[in-house]
């Protein structure tokens, strides 16, 4: 149903980017539990695994009707952003 207000709009949004963060926790912790298998640098940055992450998800976008260049952009940041965590764990742990 479409929305009939902005303010409608506004709390829509609101309650999908709830969701958005409470879905990147539930990746946060993954991405920790997989660093935990990592004991190199470039075991973390896993250049082929982020392509193919990037991939299914510029899939799943087109599939969807969603620009996916979009979708890549908030990807290659939101990976970035775990890796830079991951690398800081790493360096702990060494």
Do not use: W
């Not at 660093?35 to 998800?57: F, G, M």
């Amino acid at each position: 149903m479409e929305p009939e207000s902005l303010e409608e709009v506004r709390l829509n949004i609101d309650f999908i980017d709830q969701q958005i963060v409470q879905l990147l926790g539930e990746r946060h912790f993954y991405v920790k539990q997989a660093a935990k298998y990592k004991t190199s640098i470039d075991d973390v940055k896993a250049p082929a695994r982020v392509e193919a992450v990037i991939t299914k998800v510029r899939n799943v976008a087109m599939q969807n009707d969603i620009d996916a260049g979009i979708v890549e952009t908030i990807y290659r940041t939101m990976i970035d952003c775990f890796i830079n965590s991951e690398l800081k764990e790493l360096k702990k742990s060494q």
